[in-house]
């Protein structure tokens, strides 16, 4: 990631470390311009500018906010808040346990439309963003103590409260997005008390919900940036993504075959499995007893995952009136981004469903269809497990391979009896090492 314009949608980005965007008086910053596409600058005058330059975070020179300092913004940068967006702050809190205020954007009416405000009603490390008028807190975030970069992610539905990576349990709330009206940077636009005391380095602003990846990225720029990757949590606090390439991680939308609930072990997950072969995240979208129209509908509908590549492995458990596991397989592909990578797995008959039934011949029927219209997309493993149980093979099972069904000895066992269909863990680590061999020769 050579700058933040990579990423698409870059709208804001003050950057406190160039000192060609800003107009200085001495140290003292009376314009500081915006670099994103909305253009516009923040402004101050007199005792209300902050100084530039007698600060430093990491190595870059920065503006410092006495307590007494602001800078309003121009009209030209308040579309950010009227839809879902993405937005980062770079900062430091030198107040301790007082409450202060990094920035507000009110409306007309002073309505809260964004904003961050650190240890409210004076209660130490207790972190409020804002993205409409209702708070959403961080109430156990001991990251304020030192440089922290904070990043709300609105979705149409949840806004979520990043600080230095990280989002907790309950840190995200109902968002209402609005135009501002104004917006000031180190105080309240209505009042001047409770401003802001201490650093602020770097704004940066995307008109749009950026994905888990794009997030971590992002958030992985501006900490090597400023010096802060040990402070950070994710796949870049140890590498810098300005000098090593992005890998691609991937998201698996399953049924119970990938979500595995009753392994109670997540590294038995094939999806944990392949993550440490591969040196990647994989994201487990695995929820048991769906339809393959329900993770499909699942994997159209997601804002998270969608510049992963994609695993699909559905269809056991048939699919929804109306639908056919074919045509479900065809829309979550066709609703990938072009030229994403893909890989599509099969359904699995139970040991009900033996060779020359209804339900086998039905299933066998669905693969065969996915096989035939993705062909170079299509990983038999259910085909390659019982393979495993011919005579000379390591599971040999006659019973197995008369019914055309897994092997006893590759079912799950909860203590009192075999499972007709869900594969135990051994099963699991045969099938994870099939899908990373695939993946590899494919070049993923």
């Known amino acids: 990631m050579a700058a933040l314009t990579d990423i698409p949608g870059l709208v804001i980005d003050f950057d406190g470390s160039d000192a060609a965007t800003m107009v200085l008086a001495g140290t003292l910053v009376t314009e500081w311009a915006n670099k994103g596409s909305y253009g516009g600058k923040a402004t101050s005058s007199g005792t209300s500018r902050p100084n530039f330059g007698t600060r430093t975070m990491g190595t870059l020179p920065t503006l410092d906010f006495s307590g007494t300092n602001h800078m309003d913004l121009s009209a030209e940068v308040m579309n950010l808040t009227a839809a879902t967006y993405s937005l980062f702050r770079v900062w430091d809190n030198d107040l301790g346990a007082t409450f202060a205020i990094h920035d507000y954007g009110k409306n007309s009416g002073g309505t809260i439309r964004t904003g961050l405000a650190t240890n409210v009603s004076n209660v130490d490390d207790r972190v409020y963003q804002y993205s409409g008028a209702s708070a959403i807190p961080d109430a156990a975030a001991p990251e304020d103590a030192g440089p922290t970069i904070t990043q709300l992610r609105g979705t149409t539905s949840l806004a979520y409260n990043y600080i230095n990576g990280i989002t907790r349990g309950g840190a995200n709330g109902a968002p209402t997005y609005g135009a501002m009206s104004s917006w000031r940077f180190g105080g309240d636009p209505v009042s001047t008390g409770s401003r802001w005391n201490g650093i602020i380095s770097e704004i940066v602003g995307y008109n749009r919900v950026l994905t888990i990846d794009e997030g971590a990225l992002v958030l992985g720029f501006l900490a090597w940036k400023w010096g802060l990757q040990s402070f950070i949590a994710g796949e870049w606090a140890t590498k810098d993504p300005r000098s090593n390439p992005r890998l691609l991680n991937i998201a698996a939308f399953g049924d119970s075959f990938t979500q595995l609930s009753y392994l109670t072990d997540p590294a038995t997950h094939w999806t944990d499995l392949l993550a440490a072969r591969l040196g990647r995240k994989v994201y487990n979208g695995g929820i048991g007893g769906q339809t393959s129209t329900e993770v499909t509908n699942r994997s159209i509908a997601d804002i998270d995952y969608t510049d992963r590549a994609h695993i699909f492995f559905c269809g056991t458990n048939g699919p929804d009136s109306g639908h056919t596991v074919l045509g479900d397989i065809q829309a ?58 011919l005579p000379g093979q390591p599971y040999q099972d006659s019973a197995a391979i008369t019914n055309d069904v897994l092997s006893s000895q590759l079912r799950f066992f909860n203590g009192t009896s075999t499972d007709a269909l869900h594969p135990n863990a051994l099963c699991v680590s045969l099938y994870a090492q099939m899908i990373g061999d695939r993946l590899i020769a494919d070049g993923w």
């Not at 011949?361 to 997309?377: C, S």
């Open 332 to 389: 979550a592909v066709a609703a990938l981004p072009a030229g994403s990578k893909y890989l599509i797995l099969p359904s699995f008959n139970s040991d009900t469903e033996r060779a020359g039934s209804a339900g086998y011949i039905n299933k066998m029927a669905n693969n065969a269809a996915v096989a035939a219209a993705f062909p170079n997309n299509y990983l038999d493993i259910r085909s390659m497990l019982i393979a495993l149980s």
